[in-house]
T-cell receptor
């Protein structure tokens, strides 16, 4: 399983773009990168998933360089409601025995008015 | 569609007792996973069930067990509760049987062991 490293916390202001970088130096060929968001006292919510280059949806963008040793989650124009913990997960997509999703420590993002 | 539901939402138990938590996945989802979340250890994978069979298991002692029923509903049981079992227990269901794609989490059951 690829180990991930992400900042413990980040502060931002409403309307700004927030970029959270996750390092995963030993990512394997078959590994995907997935990001989840978690609000206090709630279960995590899937944000985005990608394998290489750039993925964008209505919520965020995920940038993955060619070497795939890191990835950046970009949240455009954040609001107070984006204050949450963001988790970067790296692993194989296949639900075979022994494969499980591993959540790291996450990045606590605080959006200020 | 209704989301993942977990019951009960809150539970207080005494050390040494056992507890059973329930999870109803989103209709049509057949894969159900369980996680434990604590301030110290973060989110840790407990196990995953598919077609009434445990397919994956995390690094937890045998006191933690689970099962899945034919309607995909799942239960997890913790026997001989310890203070350290106090945590938020999260259940997640997945629309994809064979791939760790998007998972949908329930609100969790907060277990307090005194």
């Amino acid at each position: 399983l690829a180990k991930t490293t992400q900042p413990i916390s980040m502060d931002s202001y409403e309307g700004q773009e927030v970029n959270i970088t996750c390092s995963h130096n030993n990512i394997a060929t078959n590994d995907y990168i997935t990001w989840y968001q978690q609000f206090p006292s709630q279960g995590p919510r899937f944000i985005i998933q990608g394998y290489k280059t750039k993925v964008t949806n209505e919520v965020a963008s995920l940038f993955i360089p060619a070497d795939r040793k890191s990835s950046t989650l970009s949240l455009p124009r954040v609001s107070l409601s984006d204050t949450a913990v963001y988790y970067c997960l790296v692993g194989t997509m296949i639900k075979a025995a022994g494969n499980k999703l591993t959540f790291g420590g996450g990045t606590r993002v605080l959006v200020k008015p | 569609k209704a989301g993942v539901t977990q019951t009960p939402r809150y539970l207080i138990k005494t050390r040494g007792q056992q507890v059973t938590l329930s999870c109803s996945p989103i209709s049509g989802h057949r894969s159900v996973s369980w996680y434990q979340q604590t301030p110290g250890q973060g989110l840790q994978f407990l196990f995953e069930y598919f077609s009434e069979t445990q397919r994956n298991k995390g690094n937890f002692p045998g006191r933690f067990s689970g099962r899945q029923f034919s309607n995909s509903r799942s239960e997890m049981n913790v026997s001989t509760l310890e203070l350290g079992d106090s945590a938020l227990y999260l259940c997640a269901s997945s629309p994809r049987d064979s791939y760790w794609g998007e998972q949908y989490f329930g609100p969790g059951t907060r277990l307090t062991v005194t």
